[in-house]
Structures are given as structure tokens and as C-alpha cells.
């Protein structure tokens, strides 16, 4: 179907405004925490925030997703054990499929504890609950910004969503921003950051493992 011609026309109009990220940085930021406030918790996963420390005695604040639900056995390695003990790969995925895809698993009771400590829970009709995971390792996610904008608040639902979903520890950096802080304060940040997850060092329930 042919586009608009009135939207075709708005887009090309929009297509030559070349706004001063100088100037309109500290806008976008507003819009962002804003957009922020409207996401839902993931009732699957335990979110913590805590800090790395820096040189210079600034502590980045981090935000720590961990997933508190399976949904089954990781594809790659159900296969191979599959393939070892020789069942036919169509019906290793067939009996796969009920633990790794959500929509047709019955419903459930998630228990979750937040970082207050404070224990809540969503029950559903069936008894069936799904046990808490150890995660297979851990992302280390650097939001996007030009290193101007963007933030762990506006990135927490979908670090939430990929820690549930990828069965892994993922934890965001909140690293300084220009032009509070010139560039490459922001690299540095960031580096020291996957130095101290690396050495172990972060201080963060679970230690330092990367996957």
C-alpha cells in the first residue's frame, strides 16, 4: 500500500531539521525519565541497584537484573543431548517446546523477593511453580545516547526482559554523561566497570562471573 502523501510530506519535512544536541540534550532527558516512569515491573526478575566504585572516588551506580524463573532447558544443550542419546532432533524439539515457550505453559505462581526484602507474589488457578533459576552467566549492558542521554531507568524494563528471556544475569551501567563530564569520562566508566566484573570485584550479591 502506497504511503500518505500528507505523512510522506511531514517525514520528509522532519528529515531536514538538524536539532543541536547542544541545546536540546537536557530536553530529551525529561522525555526520557518520563517514558521510564510508565514501564512495568517484570515480575520475573529481581532487580538490585548498587555501585562500582572509581578512581577518583565517584561510584557508578549499576542496576543488577536476575532472572527468578526457567522455562526449561536451554535449546542448544537439550539438543546435544538429543543427538548422544540418539533421539530423532523433531522430537527432542517437540518435548522442548512446552518449557521454553511461556504462551503454553499453565498457569503458574511466581513468588518473587524485591530488593527491599519484602516478599510478593502473582498466583494463578494451577499449584505449578516454576523454580528460580542460577543464571549461565552475566551481560554487561551499556546504554545507548551518544553519551549525552539515556540511562539504567530508561533501559530497566528491557534489561529485565533479556535477563528473564536469556537466562542471564545482566547488569547496567549508569556511567557519567557529558557535557557534565567531557569525554572520555564516559569510556572510562564504562572500561573500569568490565575491569572489576572481570577481577571480581564489583561489589554485587553473586560475585563477578561473566559469561
Not at 168 to 196: G, K, M, N, W
Request: glycine fraction near 8%; hydrophobic fraction near 40%; aromatic fraction near 8%.
Amino acid at each position: 500500500m502506497p504511503i500518505n502523501e500528507a505523512l510522506f510530506a511531514a517525514m520528509k519535512a522532519a528529515s531536514y531539521i538538524k536539532p543541536n544536541a547542544g541545546k536540546s540534550y537536557k530536553l530529551q532527558r525529561v522525555a526520557e525519565e518520563l517514558i521510564a516512569k510508565q514501564a512495568p515491573d517484570n515480575p520475573k526478575c529481581r532487580v538490585e541497584d548498587a555501585f562500582a566504585p572509581m578512581a577518583d572516588g565517584y561510584a557508578v551506580p549499576l542496576r543488577v537484573f536476575t532472572p527468578l524463573v526457567a522455562y526449561g532447558a536451554p535449546l542448544p544443550e537439550a539438543l546435544e543431548e538429543s543427538s548422544a542419546n540418539g533421539t530423532p532432533v523433531a522430537s527432542a524439539i517437540s518435548a522442548i517446546l512446552p518449557a521454553v515457550l511461556p504462551k503454553v505453559l499453565p498457569k503458574i505462581l511466581i513468588k518473587e523477593s524485591t530488593s527491599s526484602g519484602n516478599a510478593d507474589g502473582i498466583s494463578g488457578n494451577a499449584n505449578t511453580e516454576l523454580p528460580s533459576v542460577t543464571p549461565r552467566g552475566t551481560i554487561l549492558f551499556f546504554h545507548g545516547g551518544g553519551w549525552t542521554t539515556g540511562g539504567i531507568n530508561l533501559y530497566t524494563q528491557a534489561c529485565a526482559h533479556m535477563a528473564v528471556r536469556l537466562q542471564r544475569r545482566v547488569i547496567s551501567v549508569e556511567y557519567r554523561l557529558a557535557p557534565e563530564y567531557r569525554f572520555p569520562t564516559a569510556v572510562e566508566d564504562c572500561y573500569e566497570v568490565a575491569r572489576q566484573l572481570f577481577a571480581g570485584e564489583l561489589p554485587i550479591s553473586g560475585g563477578g562471573w561473566f559469561c
